[in-house]
């Protein structure tokens, strides 16, 4: 049971950067862990990697939720966090991370609060914004695997290529409706990426999110804990990963397959001829930051769609949600503003069932401007997808912006 090779034992390394054979486990730590470390093939060395291990979960959703519970109770070292979003009531159905009367609060500061009482000793590194895209390649190498728990494409895709550039497994996981899907792809040891998988992203819009289609939170925790799993067996050098294969889980039947994923020697990603060879935030539908990562960039319209509405009589409402003093330079024709921090209390100025697209500086409160009207039963809301920022660039370059 017990894996061999390099791939493990490279991946271990203590504070100081190499395996502390001195390691001891406190008295608190040998009871707390004790059911797992007497697993045959683990031990207090399997125990040691565990807590030397660095890993990186994107996303405290459906999936990080169950994925960064398992790691910090199992006694991982150091657990990275990343999201941006924030909690909302209807989260709660499969985000166990978070709780009711933690309903407007960062999802990060949820996940801190939790993981923190599940496990004092696991140590917490909150990656909340102002990482570039660019940069994720460098954050990446500093963990020893990536845990993908993000729900969008363009981030799914843009962590995968940051893996490979970075040369650091990841721990895949996806759900759409009643189906799930994981995989462990891991650039260090020939195995296949998940663009071997799914070379191209999919057209934005092609796919139907969460929103959508639905999603059930017992196959979150399903799938969230398979990619914990995977991860804890590449840190602790137990079992045998899902390399070169994709899992698939059919939750109504509950069938599990396993394909074969064979590596593309034309990989647009990881072959020799690939053409992606850094992180390029336009490439990845526009995400500037991956203070994004936990926004998917869906519903929402482009300047030059927005302008095309307008010029053929069918403008829907535009909300301008930003500050009134960001207004003063300019707002789009015919806007109404409403700043977000008044959104709650003046939504009876807007009829439910009026098209509207929401706008603000580059698109983020925006977005959750979006959010918030939908939950309350705004059926056609769309977001400006970059704010006016990209109105300014696409469509009307002599206009202004803070
Ligand atoms: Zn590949």
């Known amino acids: 049971m017990l894996l061999t090779g390099a791939a493990v034992v490279t991946c271990i390394r203590d504070p100081e950067g190499r395996m502390n054979e001195e390691a001891t486990l406190s008295a608190d730590e040998l009871t707390r862990y004790h059911r797992q470390m007497i697993l045959p093939g683990l031990g207090r060395e399997g125990q040691l990697r565990i807590r030397a291990a660095r890993v990186l979960v994107i996303g405290m959703g459906g999936l990080g939720s169950p994925a960064a519970m398992y790691l910090a109770a199992a006694g991982l070292g150091t657990l990275g966090l990343a999201d941006f979003d924030k909690v909302e009531l209807h989260n709660l159905h499969r985000q166990i991370l978070h709780d009711t009367p933690r309903c407007g609060m960062a999802k990060l500061d949820s996940a801190l609060r939790s993981l923190s009482a599940i496990n004092p000793h696991c140590r917490l590194v909150p990656h909340s914004q102002g990482i570039r895209a660019e940069d994720l390649p460098g954050l990446f190498a500093d963990y020893d695997v990536i845990v993908d728990c993000t729900d969008n494409f363009p981030t799914r895709y843009m962590v995968s290529d940051a893996c490979v550039l970075a040369r650091r497994p990841l721990a895949y996981g996806s759900i759409f409706q009643y189906e799930g899907q994981a995989s462990f ?93 850094s992180i390029i935030a336009q490439e990845y539908d526009g995400a500037a930051h991956c203070q994004n990562l936990d926004m998917a960039r869906r519903d929402e319209i482009s300047a030059a769609d927005l302008q095309g509405l307008i010029e053929t009589g069918h403008s829907p409402l535009l909300l301008d949600v930003r500050d009134p003093d960001e207004c003063r330079l300019g707002m789009l024709p015919g806007a109404l503003n409403i700043p977000l921090y008044e959104l709650a209390g003046r939504l009876d100025e807007m009829e439910q069932s009026m098209p509207v697209v929401t706008y603000c500086h580059s698109g983020l409160r925006s977005m959750r401007a979006l959010k918030f009207m939908r939950e309350r039963g705004f059926k056609s809301v769309l977001n400006l997808r970059g704010g006016i920022l990209a109105w300014i660039r696409e469509v009307d370059p002599t206009m202004k912006a803070f």
């Open 185 to 277: 792809f891991d650039p260090a040891q020939d195995a296949p990426c998940y663009r071997c998988l799914f070379p191209e992203m999919p057209e934005p819009g092609s796919v139907p999110n969460c929103a959508q289609a639905g999603v059930i939170g017992a196959l979150c925790g399903i799938i969230g804990s398979i990619q914990a799993m995977e991860a804890l067996k590449f840190v602790s050098g137990v079992g045998e990963n899902l390399l070169g294969r994709l899992l698939v889980v059919d939750a109504a039947t509950m069938a599990f397959r396993t394909l074969n994923i064979k590596r593309d020697l034309n990989c647009p990603s990881c072959s020799h001829n690939a053409r992606i060879r």
